[in-house]
């Protein structure tokens, strides 16, 4: 979008008491569903960090890089789940299908408190990758569906830092049910967590079932009067424009989501921005403190310290995702920030390992969950540059993107921050000054490429017709969807 028209429509605020009500009740049942689910999520996914260095390593007999090696199970199932689940919110209304999913990554977390051996934890992992592989991509998808671009950055981030408040309440949450219940029916603290973990999800599932929205042109919710859900849908125009269900998966609509620059611009802008949360996502400010080099941490202090990793990455997603509506969509700007981010953290790592500079370290580590901020801006810049287009292939190039940075990530992790690589893991300083490197220039060029194809369409005056829809057909043949 043209810079012109983009603070045009970022001034444009609600003047119709009607839309902002409507918007305050979308964002109450779907930020609170969206972001209890993410929470949990998150909070599941990083608990299996936060028992490793709570005794779980030492009682399942973990050796070398079998931690990276579960990590890795479940990023393989959770690419697999990426596009299916997407591309099932266009079968299954998203208040059955979400919560579903849900109740079965809680059930599995349960089972994991069962395990014995480092091997078990993998089987369990696979499928609940497969599972949470439908809450980061399909709520993007909804946000995209219900939100103007005005509203959709900070919306986004919102999302984004619910997940972020999930790990960093890992950490405390663990210190204390190890403190509390550490030996109660003969069971360690870790293996509670994951007990306490999937309980407290259920209930949300519950809360999704029953009150979540669907999207503008499909919800039945009973909050919405008809004007409402009219409004909803008019405001979106062609984002939420009832669209036929195809009943095959036409190989016309693969080739042109194949053929479109949005699918490689932004597929390729979030593999790489997705390493680029390498510190962060890999937890090594624990795996450090683990096997620091200067001292011995408590079973508190290694829950505790990394904490302040994902609230530094909270506050940076809110500031950048707010920051960049008021200007009107300007989501390249984090891209060179955090190439920036990169760069220089990188570098004060390698630079302490002479010793004696552990504050270096911690410095280094808590600026690097400045990064975060990409998830939410990134997606909702994808959303942005896809509002002429139809909602499965916005479904389809959002999976993608998540789908391809968990397809580099599933062996990057282990080339280059595996938990044998601690404390210093020089070969990925190294790979992460190069990403950012490459993330700088990447942002760069598809600022270029999306400004230009903004200019086109607005030139050709289409909204949502002709070029945009060019190649994508329903298996009827001839109908676009």
């Known amino acids: 979008m043209g810079s012109k028209s983009r603070l045009r429509e970022c001034s444009s605020l609600h003047t119709s008491p009607d839309e902002r009500r409507l918007v305050q009740k979308i964002d109450f049942f779907i930020l609170t569903f969206c972001c209890l689910s993410y929470f949990f999520n998150y909070l599941d996914r990083m608990n299996l960090a936060n028992a490793y260095v709570s005794g779980m390593k030492e009682e399942l007999g973990f050796k070398g890089d079998q931690l990276n090696q579960i990590n890795t199970v479940f990023t393989v199932g959770y690419i697999i789940g990426q596009i299916p689940s997407n591309l099932s919110l266009h079968y299954i209304r998203p208040r059955y299908f979400f919560p579903a999913m849900m109740v079965i990554w809680a059930s599995l977390t349960m089972i994991t408190a069962a395990t014995h051996s480092p091997r078990s934890i993998m089987a369990i992992r696979f499928f609940q990758g497969i599972a949470e592989s439908t809450t980061f991509v399909g709520t993007h998808y909804i946000l995209g569906s219900w939100y103007t671009p005005r509203e959709l950055g900070k919306r986004s981030g919102i999302f984004t830092a619910s997940g972020l408040a999930g790990t960093m309440v890992g950490g405390f949450m663990q210190t204390g049910i190890h403190s509390a219940l550490d030996g109660h029916s003969g069971l360690s603290g870790w293996r509670w967590l994951f007990i306490i973990d999937g309980l407290i999800t259920l209930p ?278």
């Open 204 to 481: 949300i599932a519950l809360y999704g079932f029953l009150l979540f929205p669907d999207t503008p042109s499909t919800t039945t919710a009973f909050y919405l009067t008809p004007p409402e859900r009219a409004l909803a849908v008019a405001r979106m125009s062609v984002t939420s424009a009832p669209h036929p269900k195809p009943k095959v998966f036409p190989w016309s609509f693969a080739r042109a989501v194949l053929a479109s620059w949005e699918w490689w611009g932004f597929v390729t802008l979030w593999i790489i921005a997705a390493e680029t949360e390498s510190f962060s996502s890999n937890t090594l400010l624990s795996l450090y403190l683990k096997s620091s080099p200067t001292r011995k941490y408590s079973v508190s202090e290694l829950n505790d310290y990394p904490t302040g990793v994902p609230a530094v990455g909270i506050v940076s997603t809110l500031f950048w995702a707010t920051l960049t509506d008021f200007l009107g969509g300007r989501r390249d700007l984090v891209g060179y920030f955090i190439g920036v981010t990169g760069i220089a953290t990188s570098a004060m790592i390698l630079a302490a390992r002479g010793g004696g500079r552990e504050g270096m370290v911690f410095a280094a580590y808590y600026w690097a969950g400045a990064v975060y901020a990409c998830q939410a801006v990134f997606f909702a810049w994808a959303n942005d540059a896809m509002r002429r287009r139809e909602p499965v292939f916005r479904g389809v190039v959002l999976a993608g993107m998540n789908l391809g940075s968990n397809a580099v990530n599933a062996w990057w992790s282990i080339l280059f921050y595996g938990a044998s690589m601690a404390p210093w893991f020089e070969r990925g300083m190294y790979a992460m000054i190069a990403t950012s490197a490459a993330l700088v220039f990447w942002t760069g060029g598809l600022t270029y490429v999306a400004a230009r194809n903004e200019k086109r369409m607005e030139v050709l005056g289409q909204d949502g017709a002709g070029s945009s829809r060019e190649g994508v057909e329903s298996p009827k043949g001839g109908e676009r969807v």
